[in-house]
């Protein structure tokens, strides 16, 4: 292990009054500490020092080890203790009833305390700018020409967002606090809202350590963004340090992987990589990986570590099954592997256990499988003069019918349903099926052709045959729309065992209807995550296994919409759509990634039984609360300081304990 290069710092009490250069002391000498005279703080470690059978990264191998931080209160580093490793034999601190705030101290953000972080960290701290600021004068940055491009490519290009080290898609949850006028045409400044105070651009494992102790040992609150992709704003909090992951791009590939029983090919890649990265370097091996939909979310991030489904689940399963072990950073900043042989308690967990609560995780192993070609058919359908209401419900129920056998042959299909236009709308975008070609699809799906035209429906179905995966996805699958804080979702996994019985198949069809009818948008996904093959014992939730129908519905208003009204409309998703979706599937759950904000009883919902163990392991790891996301394990434990529109959690507010419930009398 090579030394670090290190020297004298001596800040004094510059820490307790904001604004005093630090310094070091070298030969006696007081000199100013910038990046000339303070190397950043790691050890180097070899790359095969992992527990898995892939080579650390080369930011893997920089590490903070106890013998830096030594060195560093030996040579009198003022703050040194800011970035200590917890004292194993120490009693756990009382946790303080919130989270500090911007403000509460002059420690964080501190003019010296940031600095010295920053030297710390090589340089790589960010202090936020929201994405928008452009548009608005409050940052000293507005500019004209930059505030249209991001007004222009707002909703559609998710590219530009998730290069951003802070902007998230859930902007509802995040106060959206400075947006474009597009977005809001009333916004007259722009704010940090939840926006983190102050983000690491993350390209070592050292600067991962050196942010959870600095977290842990100032009671920060932390947050962890890739992409902002997620739907619950859980990679942003007000008054919060980030960590980027953005930027951790790695990609190996081996073509002969041995890890515990696997055999086969296998990519390593950081957790930084983005679906169309991971897919484009699959491409030019010449396999196929299990990753998700949406172009720009992160494959190796959030996506996996909730689970995550895929156009290939109907036969490999979910995202998260493909793991063969992962690199991460902990609440005490260990750097450890995660595996069957290694930690293999949190590797249990982090398989489908949810994002920002276990750890930080710097890369993943993933299995790859062979080239498999594709058959797409898309098709629109529109109620109008020639397709009465009755046509059109009885052609989508006529769909609904084989959904079992549909996903036993492997297929997956992503259509919405909606009647925004006054028109009942139905999009087919796309019916994907892998590993069969056109005829094999016709032949499969024939009943369904069949009905329509019992029914007096020509879909026009447009059919694409292709050599790979890749090609398919490409062509078939949009970027997403990202950013309106004009709508909501919530979700439902709708059981196998409703399409084994008639009565309960028609209820649950009603069900998806009556949300049609009450003015919402439903997006579904006919998949079946139970692959022939099986799967490993993980945190995904149970409920995966027995689901044909994984299903979305969207509550939107309008920007002139009253909140009093807006209420109303989140209150509907919530407590009105979401009990009836339950009712006719009373023992699923939901894919916590696509769910209701305020999800009753996630817990249970999003982990079935397996909601207790999970909660013990967190506990047992993070007994200081160093992660923190809404909805995930063991965040019942605390609340928001504020809400939106009366009942959702606000993430620009303090995040505190939540206090015990009154002794019943």
């Known amino acids: 292990m090579a030394s670090w290069t290190l020297v004298q710092i001596s800040l004094g009490l510059a820490l307790a009054t904001k604004g005093w250069a630090q310094t070091i002391v070298v030969n006696n000498q007081t000199v100013r500490a910038d990046a000339s005279t303070v190397a950043p703080a790691f050890a180097l470690f070899d790359a095969s020092s992992s527990n898995a059978t892939a080579d650390l990264f080369p930011g893997e191998t920089r590490q903070l080890t106890h013998d830096v931080l030594a060195n560093l209160t030996n040579l009198s580093l003022t703050n040194s203790d800011l970035f200590l490793f917890p004292d194993p034999n120490a009693p756990i ?33 960010i202090h936020t700018k929201p994405f928008a600021s452009p548009c608005f004068s409050d940052y000293n940055d ?27 898609n859930a902007i509802l949850f995040q106060g959206t606090s400075c947006v474009p006028s597009v977005v809001n045409p009333y916004a007259t400044q722009c704010t940090i809202g939840s926006y983190p105070t102050l983000s690491v651009n993350v390209s070592t494992v050292a600067q991962v350590q050196l942010a959870i102790n600095l977290a842990r040992n100032l009671n920060i609150r932390l947050v962890i963004k890739n992409t902002g992709h997620d739907f619950g704003a859980k990679s942003t909090g007000a008054g919060s340090l980030s960590l980027w992951t953005h930027n951790l791009k790695d990609i190996r590939f081996y073509q002969e992987y041995e890890e515990g029983s696997y055999r086969g090919p296998a990519f390593k890649m950081g957790s930084g990589v983005q679906i169309f990265e991971a897919y484009k370097a699959a491409r030019e091996a010449n396999v196929t990986i299990v990753g998700g939909e949406g172009k720009t979310v992160g ?15 109907s036969i490999y399963g979910m995202g998260s099954d493909q793991v063969l072990s992962m690199e991460l950073v902990t609440a005490d900043g260990k750097f450890l592997t995660a595996s069957e042989t290694s930690n293999p308690d949190l590797f249990w967990a982090l398989r489908g256990g949810g994002g920002s609560t276990f750890g930080v995780v710097t890369s993943m192993v993933i299995k790859a499988f062979p080239k498999i070609p594709v058959t ?35 297929m997956y299909s992503y259509f919405n349903l909606n009647a925004a236009t006054g028109n009942y709308v139905w999009t087919m975008q796309p019916w994907f099926a892998p590993n069969l070609t056109k005829t094999q699809f016709e032949e499969i799906t024939e009943p369904f052709w069949n009905a329509t035209r019992v029914i007096g429906v020509d879909l026009n179905p447009v059919y694409k045959e292709y050599d790979d995966f890749y090609e398919a996805w490409d062509e078939n699958f949009p970027l997403e729309p990202w950013g309106s804080n004009l709508q909501r979702a919530g979700g439902r996994l709708f059981p196998r065992e409703n399409w084994e019985n008639q009565t309960k198949l028609s209820e649950t069809f009603e069900a998806i209807r009556y949300v049609v009818n009450s003015g919402g948008l439903v997006l579904g996904f006919n998949i079946a995550p139970d692959p ?43 407590y009105e759509w979401g009990p009836l979706w339950r009712s006719v599937s009373p023992n699923s759950g939901a894919y916590m990634s696509e769910s209701d904000y305020i999800e009753p009883d996630f817990q249970h919902s999003f982990w079935g039984d397996k909601y207790e163990r999970l909660y013990k392991l967190k506990k047992a790891l993070d007994p200081w609360n160093v992660f923190y996301a809404q909805n995930a394990v063991g965040s019942e434990d605390f609340q928001m300081s504020d809400n939106v529109f009366g009942i959702l959690p606000s993430q620009n507010s303090r995040l505190c304990i939540r206090p015990p419930p009154p002794e019943e009398k």
Do not use: M
């Not at 020409?145 to 802070?166: G, L, V």
């Open 93 to 125: 601190r009382q946790p303080e009833n919130c989270k500090n705030f911007p403000g509460d101290s002059v420690l964080f953000p501190g003019t010296v305390t940031n600095a010295v972080f920053d030297l710390l960290l090589g340089g790589s701290l």
């Open 142 to 168: 507005q500019n004209t020409e930059k505030c249209a491009e991001i007004t222009r490519n707002w909703f559609n290009d998710s590219y530009i967002h998730t290069d951003d080290p802070t902007s998230i």
């Open 299 to 313: 494959i190796t991030g959030g996506y996996i570590l909730g689970g995550g489904h895929s156009p290939l689940s």
């Open 376 to 410: 797409t058919v898309t098709f629109t359908l529109s109620t109008g003069e020639e397709i009465l209401p009755d046509q059109f419900w009885q052609t989508v129920r006529a769909y609904f019918q084989d959904f079992i056998k549909y996903t036993e042959a492997g």
């Open 532 to 574: 022939k093959g099986g799967y490993p014992d993980s945190a995904v939730n149970p409920a995966w296994r027995n689901t044909v129908l994984h299903a979305i519905d969207i509550v939107s208003w309008n920007q002139d919409t009253y909140p009093e009204l807006i209420q109303i409309w989140s209150g509907t998703l919530t």
